[in-house]
């Protein structure tokens, strides 16, 4: 089976000026921002080395006569982009503004994420956080939210 490259739930969004990233397909995000977020880009597949200090290793269990391996060099594999499972870092959130509802997930903490989402929405939106719900608008809009 091979793995999709298609943007999916689990895209890393950078969000200008600010060093925490949100989760979640662009399309959707991008729907509710006036400006639209981008995908960050993912690095390759790092190779690195490290040095293994000299240590004993027992044969087997109760072994009395471990032998001693010396220090050597080892090469291991480092793949930044990888996750386990579906497992995304961070927090989710749900934007809402009557029409769609999304949700999706960030590394930022909330008032980050409300200063940002102040300036960034389109029309009026409701922000679910996991401890309260926000109004959000369009700062080119002046009338209030309802409701």
Known sequence: MALSTEPGYDTKLAVPGNPWFIYGIPDNINYFLTTPL?????????????????????????????????EHNYAYMDDPGRKVGNALPGWSFILDDGTEKR??????DAITLRAFLEDAVKGYTRLYTQGARYKLKDPALSSEIEG
Not at 46 to 60: A, I, L, M, S
């Open 38 to 70: 981008v995908p960050v880009a993912a690095k390759g597949v790092e190779y690195q080395t490290g040095v293994r200090k000299e240590h004993k290793r027992r044969k087997y269990v109760g072994d009395l006569t471990p032998s001693t391996i010396p």
């Open 103 to 108: 949700q999706f997930t960030t590394t930022g």
